[in-house]
């Protein structure tokens, strides 16, 4: 009977194309990463935005709720305090995949924009005003590449998310 042994070439060769396949393959599967952290964030302000949505309808007539954010922190309370119960009491909601300090800081991925604190936001409204300020957005540049570009996600009315690139120095 004969033994079927690997020589020392043979085995080089196999080691030689998997580390060349594994430097293909992860550039690639940590840009699907990013992709899939991305999506989930913008899943989660639409989430968000309906909530803000539904707050509206029910609560105030229509009108956007006053929270504070980066721009005014005492213009309200937080924007998870107020939307709470409309987001099934769940604070992951407000987690950006992407986002490794700033949700165990201060409970949120996502800044509110304090200059829509009670802007009125029923269909007719936002028809006819066009209102073109996000509502919530990104804190800080969690998607893309560190660098010259970077990406945020915005929270528009009626809810839908944007993924915007942001240029450095500009």
Known sequence: ????????????????IIAILSGILLPVLNYARAEAQRTSCAGNLRQIGLAVQMYAMEDSRFRLPACSGSIDMAAGPDPQSVLHL????????????????????????????????????NEKTLQMLSLKLPVMFDYDNFHGPSGKISSKNYLYLPAHAVNKLIYAGM
């Open 1 to 16: 009977m004969k033994k079927n042994n690997f020589t020392l070439g043979e085995l080089l060769t196999v080691i030689a």
């Open 86 to 121: 409309y987001l099934n009491r769940s604070k992951q909601v407000f987690h950006c995949p992407s986002d490794r300090t700033r949700f165990a800081e201060s409970g949120s991925s996502y800044d509110w924009n304090t200059l829509v604190n009670n802007e009125q936001i």
